[in-house]
């Protein structure tokens, strides 16, 4: 995955750090739709409270909301841009590659292997860009930001909440590792996704 990543270029890099501070907008105004939630439940179940209290309680947490919603939507953009120009740039860099292959290195791979290369390889690439990277992104800042939230509120429900965040952590770790080892070359017919990804980068 590495490998790929170098294919991205500065413009793309300039869009992914404007997407990591738009998540951390959005994950402020998540978190901070709790809170006036708990304030508006403790204004409903206090006697004399002001119905002008609730009302902006309650319009603050529209606005959060909105607010978060717009934020997600600049986010999808931008995640969205970045895929189509990498996938795009990527398709014809491995085009050209192919087309330049001689007769000898063609036959390392069988057609089959190549269309898949570029093709399905390509779209799951441009999947990740669109909508796993978001979450990729997302969950440790949400993560970090809760257990600093929590932390000035209880000290058992931080222990809990970074024992959870490290359980996750290994267990996504655990699978890509695994995901990892079932792509190694050699293990495919007519060449692996691991051999021509290699290949392409050594031979560039």
């Known amino acids: 995955m590495l490998r790929i990543l170098k294919h991205l270029r500065w413009k793309e890099w300039l869009l992914v750090a404007a997407c990591v501070v ?18 508006i439940t ?17 319009g603050k ?10 934020l997600t939507v600049c986010t999808t953009f931008f995640t ?6 990498f996938s795009a740039r990527l398709r014809g860099e491995m085009y050209r590659k192919v087309v330049g292959f001689s007769n000898e290195e063609i036959n390392r791979f069988s ?40 932390s ?5 429900w931080s222990l809990l909440t970074a024992a959870a965040t490290l359980a996750g952590g290994l267990t996504a770790g655990t ?7 079932g792509n190694r070359p050699g293990t495919g017919g007519g060449g692996s996704a691991a051999q ?9």
């Open 111 to 150: 057609t089959a292997s190549l269309i898949t290369r570029t093709t399905n390889d390509i779209s799951q690439l441009q999947m990740f860009f669109s909508f796993g990277m978001q979450s990729l992104i997302k969950a440790p800042i949400m993560a970090f930001i809760a257990v600093g939230k929590i």
């Open 22 to 39: 738009l998540i951390v907008g959005q994950v402020q105004l998540d978190l901070a739709l709790p809170d006036y939630m708990s304030e």
């Open 175 to 181: 699978a890509y590792a695994g995901g990892e080892g």
């Open 61 to 70: 947490m529209l606005l959060c909301a909105l607010g978060s919603m717009l």
């Open 196 to 204: 021509f990804w290699a290949y392409k980068d050594d031979a560039s």
């Open 152 to 156: 000035t509120k209880s000290w058992e």
């Open 42 to 58: 403790r204004l409903v179940q206090t006697e004399g409270s002001q119905m002008s209290d609730i009302l902006l309680a309650g």
């Open 80 to 85: 969205a841009q970045i895929a189509s120009r």
